[in-house]
């Protein structure tokens, strides 16, 4: 559904003397905001005739039964036609433009005696850098189908998450699909949002191809963002700790604020203000400090683990609408130690997931991930980029006790060896003179 920065739905079905509305959406700029609207019909010979446009022109086969509106403040526009008959199934274009030929996106409407008439497409808004919740539609079938999230394209709809754990690549670790709640609809949070997430989306439960019990949402990224850049990664030593400040809209009355970890389009709660703490987590995380006058808020943890690596988000929640930010913990890991701690060796993986980050010690040397400090660590690091992996890594200790000690290992075979040379050269030279001087004697 989308062609440059406009994009809209591809089919929509009508009965006959019912209506239908085409929508259309499109980036918030000053261009778009001010360029003629249009929507047209293909005719057999492929030209595409305006049925209406925002210069004031309507067709006159459609004078009375058709209306375009146009709302530059959210990006949208959308025509809709009145009075269904059957010759009205064709395809059509919404677009911005001086011409037909111009941006568009185009449309397969059927008319029929019969048909189910399309649903409103909701729109939902975002920041660039922000986050959006979306409300799915109810369910009233049993609690085990699959819910999904999927992006409409031209051939189908991608899937995105769903409830079984799957995550597209793009989107790890900024979108979780939320439990179902009381009322049988269930959330999707996206944050971080790009503005390539621009689009139309389609969430609902069961099979991507049905479009039963479905909600279709046009999604619309502000790019003008007034969100400020955070850091994406923050890195911890085990044992250690760490603090990271989360952000929410200090205007909003948002009843709790909270901290999780996110897994696979799931988010467990660790922390929050109303005084929850996750029972493998007690004594070591919490909710620092708050200040609702610049809406944010600190969360400290310590005593961090290995396993603590991982996905975070931060969020703030007010009735069905939450405001989340997403945080990746990466844990130094000690591989060597020493009685120096000076001269230990750290080493830094990029992320838990990836096991080639740290499989081997020649791996973490071509990296570049080691750390050294001082001759003697720099030695160690010698032996992780040399050593094959099954050889044992010597400590940087054992290095120095062995360079340092005034004793050498091969003394007790070289002393014995060079005393019976010595005494052997002394015999030698005294046997020869006794022979001399008995030679001169004759």
């Known amino acids: 559904p ?33 360029d003629r609207k249009y929507w047209c019909k293909i005719a057999s010979s492929g030209v595409c005739y305006t049925v209406i446009s925002t210069t004031g022109y309507t067709s006159d086969h459609h004078v009375g039964r058709v209306s ?10 959308a025509a809709t036609l009145t009075g269904l008959k059957k010759n009205d199934t064709g395809t059509y274009r919404c677009g911005i433009g001086a011409s037909n030929r111009d941006l568009y996106v185009s449309l397969n409407l059927t008319v029929s005696e019969d048909a189910s008439p399309s649903g409103p497409i909701e729109l939902i ?31 189908g709809c991608a899937l995105i ?71 994406k990664f923050l890195s911890g030593a085990v044992g250690g700790s760490f603090s990271f400040q989360c952000h929410y809209d200090p ?50 943890m310590e005593h961090l683990r290995e396993e603590d690596e991982g996905w975070y988000w931060c969020g703030a929640k007010n009735g069905h609408t939450e405001h989340t930010s997403a945080v990746k913990l990466l844990i130094e890991k000690e591989t060597c130690s020493s009685q120096d701690p000076e001269t230990s060796t750290l080493v830094k993986p990029t992320s838990s997931s990836s096991p080639a980050a740290y499989s081997t010690p020649t791996q973490r040397s071509i990296m570049g991930l080691t750390h050294t400090m001082g001759t003697i660590a720099e030695s160690t690091s010698t032996l992780l980029s040399t050593a094959p992996p099954s050889t044992p890594v010597t400590s940087p200790g054992e290095i120095y006790h062995e360079s340092s000690s005034g004793e050498s ?32 004697g004759k």
């Not at 467990?268 to 929850?276: A, C, I, N, R, Y």
């Open 2 to 34: 989308v062609s440059s920065t406009l994009y809209g739905s591809r089919f929509l079905m009508g009965r006959v003397g019912g209506s239908v509305t085409h929508q259309c959406f499109y980036s918030i700029t000053s261009a778009n905001n001010h």
């Open 68 to 77: 375009l509106k146009d709302v530059p403040q959210n990006g949208t526009f």
């Open 125 to 155: 808004h975002g920041e660039l850098r922000g986050s959006v919740t979306v409300l799915c539609p109810p369910s009233d079938t049993h609690g085990g189908e699959k819910r999904f999230w999927c992006k409409l394209r031209r051939t």
């Open 161 to 231: 998450a769903d409830t079984d754990g799957y995550v597209g690549r793009s989107y790890e670790g900024r979108i979780l699909i939320a439990p179902q709640e009381s009322s049988g609809a269930f959330k999707i949070l996206i944050n971080d949002l790009k503005k390539e997430d621009m689009g139309l989306y389609k969430c609902g439960r069961g099979r991507l191809s049905s479009w039963d019990n479905q909600q279709v949402v046009a999604l619309q990224v502000t790019t003008a963002s007034t969100l400020p850049r955070r850091p």
């Open 251 to 300: 205007k909003g009355n948002y009843e709790k604020k909270y901290l999780c970890r996110w897994k696979e389009a799931r988010c467990s709660l660790l922390v929050d203000t109303e005084g929850f703490v996750h029972e493998s987590y007690k004594g070591r995380i919490q909710i620092a400090s708050s200040h609702q006058e610049n809406g944010t808020y600190r969360v400290v």
């Open 409 to 440: 290992p091969l003394l007790p075979v070289v002393l014995p060896a060079l005393f019976l040379l010595i005494f052997i050269t002394i015999t030698i030279l005294a046997l020869t003179k006794i022979k001399l001087q008995k030679e001169m």
